[in-house]
């Protein structure tokens, strides 16, 4: 990972310079990107202009990080994120992770649209993850050890924080968010599963499936830093009624969620 610490130095002193010094990270996921527009003071850099950073070839992901204030927080905010499946390695992928903690932010925050398998969701509601299982065969800690980012063996008892999970459910309660806990099934894709494939990952302990987030988590708890995540479930993956996904309504689902989860983050925001 030697040379891994030597592209996160550059990425980093690259936006450091352009004024980037977030105290929260954010990544918005597929059909989320509106909350980089509420960002106040702040500079837009795609991605192909930062030394190292992954692109996102997935539709409705921009590919641009926008650095600012936000709730009066300074942030730095992903608006979309490159996939495994894009044939992108994990490290790749965290890199910009890494390059959060080296600019000296303290939490994390992650979105996504993911599949609802727990038979008491709807489309539309909100999750907050406090919980995953990693089915995606490979880690972003795989290989070489390098002490100066993080341990070799991290600690994953508790991922995700959950004093900002106490904090998003108590929100969504003032506000009459119907908001979940669950637990994240994170699979490589990009195809979507089988019926078997949803019952197998339904009796393993997951309410939700996605193409997503768990290698951010990971990375972020070997580098110490804060994690909250929450989900909008844009598709109902129940086996025994399962329909053909349609990308423009899991688009569609996910716009219409958007305000909702927006507020979320930002009632979380001073909190990380």
Not at 12 to 18: I, K, N, P, T, Y
Not at 91 to 102: D, F, G, M
Not at 246 to 251: F, H
Request: aromatic letters at 4%; a negative charge.
């Amino acid at each position: 990972m030697s040379n891994l610490y030597a592209r996160v130095s550059e990425s980093a002193q690259f936006l450091a310079e352009r004024g980037v010094h977030p105290r929260v990270w954010a990544v918005l996921g597929t059909g989320l990107g509106g909350v980089a527009e509420r960002i106040e003071d702040g500079v837009r850099i795609p991605y192909a202009e930062i030394p190292h950073f992954p692109q996102s070839t997935s539709p409705g992901h921009a590919g641009e990080l926008v650095a600012g204030r936000l709730a009066d927080v300074p942030v730095a905010v992903m608006a979309g994120r490159a996939h495994f499946y894009e044939g992108v390695g994990l490290q790749e992928i965290t890199l910009p992770v890494r390059v959060a903690h080296a600019l000296g932010a303290s939490g994390l925050l992650l979105t996504s649209a993911v599949g609802g398998m727990n038979p008491s969701y709807e489309k539309g509601d909100l999750v907050a993850i406090d919980d995953h299982i990693n089915l995606m065969g490979d880690s972003p800690l795989r290989g070489p050890s390098d002490e100066r980012l993080g341990p070799r063996f991290p600690d994953m008892s508790a991922p995700y924080d959950g004093a900002l999970i106490e904090h998003a459910v108590q929100l969504a309660a003032r506000s009459g968010t119907r908001l979940h806990r669950a637990v994240l099934a994170a699979v490589a894709g990009p195809q979507l599963e089988t019926r078997a494939e949803y019952r197998y990952l339904a009796r393993i302990g997951a309410d939700v499936v996605g193409m997503s987030t768990v290698p951010e988590v990971i990375t972020a708890v070997h580098c110490g830093l804060r994690v909250a995540a929450l989900s909008v479930v844009t598709d109902l993956c129940f086996p025994d009624s399962l329909q053909k996904v349609d990308l423009q309504e899991i688009l569609g689902v996910a716009a219409e969620a958007a305000p909702r989860l927006e507020a979320l983050l930002l009632g979380l925001l001073p909190h990380v």
